[in-house]
């Protein structure tokens, strides 16, 4: 996979309870998201689908959630706003994964409740240190 960047200092032990929920339904995505976050001691979760990724945030009340917007049975947006109806969901941080030229769908992530996003193919340094920003 070629990234063997040592990541010392900003998601440390610390981060060993924290719980991140991973809704990708491209399994390559999932797998090197999985390992990076792993390598840096985050618990990961994962979904194939917007449904799924419902379905488990609400089960298992991850930390985070990053959201890939374009997915099957209901898509990141959409998956978004059921989330943030639910009151226990309402806090959540949701980070959402848009490709390069997906554009449009930044300004209706956030209007659906994401707290940020992130463009594909993800910088993991960068996903990191969002993270470290996101949960001190
Ligand atoms: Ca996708």
């Given at each position: 996979m070629g990234r063997e960047t040592a990541?010392?200092?900003?998601a440390g032990q610390d981060a060993a309870a924290q719980t991140v929920?991973?809704?990708e339904d491209f399994e390559d995505t999932r797998y090197l998201m999985r390992l990076e976050l792993e390598k840096?001691?985050?618990r990961v979760i994962e979904a194939v689908?917007?449904?799924e990724g419902v379905a488990k945030a609400l089960a298992e009340?991850?930390?985070?959630?990053l959201m890939d917007i374009g997915l099957p049975v209901l898509d990141g947006i959409a998956a978004t706003r059921e989330l943030r109806q639910r009151e226990e969901m309402?806090?959540?941080l949701i980070v959402a994964l848009?490709?390069?030229h997906e554009t449009e769908y930044r300004a209706n992530a956030l209007s659906a409740g994401c707290d940020a996003y992130l463009t594909k193919p993800v910088d993991f340094d960068w996903?990191?240190?969002l993270l470290s920003r996101l949960l001190p």
């Open positions: 990541q010392t200092g900003s929920l991973v809704v840096r001691g985050y689908d917007g449904a009340r991850p930390d985070i959630i309402r806090e959540t848009t490709a390069h996903l990191i240190d």
